[in-house]
T-cell receptor, first 114, second 111 residues
Framework: DARVTQTPRDKVTEMGQEVTMRCQPILGHNTVFWYRQTMMQGLELLAYFRNRAPLDDSGMPKDRFSAEMPDATLATLKIQPSEPRDSAVYFC????????????FGPGTRLLVL | DQQVKQNSPSLSVQEGRISILNCDYTNSMFDYFLWYKKYPAEGPTFLISISSIKDKNEDGRFTVFLNKSAKHLSLHIVPSQPGDSAVYFCAASGGNTPLVFGKGTRLSVIA
């Protein structure tokens, strides 16, 4: 049963600390997305990759967020330094070829920055 | 500027009745529309989609209707079941641009 995995599932940290979230996309999927879910904004696209190359990261605060794909089986989202307003659920999703096609979501990382 | 709007944050329906969830969009370039369902502490899961060349797509108890002239789509669930209680997200895309999601509607099906 192929699925997207994310670690950690929950993270509590203090303001100013670095946070790293990891995602393993479904094997064979070549498009990977990072989303943030908040009550106010719903699901916001932060960044996405195709064949490990970043295509769009305009949704991310550039000064503190960074997203990478070190290899085809791992995507990372880092926040440094973290701030209380970063508290949200972060989802990774993967899909085939088209950015517009069906995406398969991981269970999310719930981040709380104190 | 929200391109995909779900104006009802929540909806309650009796078990066995029809649930109708609505979604409006503003971008006339959108040509592919999807609905996702999300349970607490889980990621959204794909439910049903429709291309702009169609006005209806049905999958079991779920039917999506698309009205392009009104830039409106709706998801019908018949009959509604308690297990359908979840948050439903509408999403849209055009060309090869990423999906744009609405803020979601929380459906409660009451037994």
């Amino acid at each position: 049963d192929a699925r997207v995995t994310q670690t950690p599932r929950d993270k509590v940290t203090e303001m100013g600390q670095e946070v790293t979230m990891r995602c393993q996309p479904i094997l064979g999927h070549n498009t990977v997305f990072w989303y943030r879910q908040t009550m106010m904004q719903g699901l916001e696209l932060l960044a996405y990759f195709r064949n490990r190359a970043p295509l769009d990261d305009s949704g991310m605060p550039k000064d503190r967020f960074s997203a990478e794909m070190p290899d085809a089986t791992l995507a990372t989202l880092k926040i440094q330094p973290s701030e209380p307003r970063d508290s949200a659920v972060y989802f990774c999703a993967s899909g085939l070829s088209s950015a517009a096609g069906t995406q398969y979501f991981g269970p999310g990382t719930r981040l709380l920055v104190l | 500027d929200q391109q995909v709007k779900q104006n009802s944050p929540s909806l309650s329906v009796q078990e066995g009745r029809i649930s109708i969830l609505n979604c409006d969009y503003t971008n006339s370039m959108f040509d592919y529309f999807l609905w996702y369902k999300k349970y607490p502490a889980e990621g959204p899961t794909f439910l049903i989609s429709i291309s702009s060349i169609k006005d209806k797509n049905e999958d079991g108890r779920f039917t999506v209707f698309l009205n392009k002239s009104a830039k409106h789509l709706s998801l019908h669930i018949v009959p509604s079941q308690p297990g359908d209680s979840a948050v439903y997200f509408c999403a849209a895309s055009g060309g090869n641009t990423p999906l744009v999601f609405g803020k979601g509607t929380r459906l409660s099906v009451i037994a």
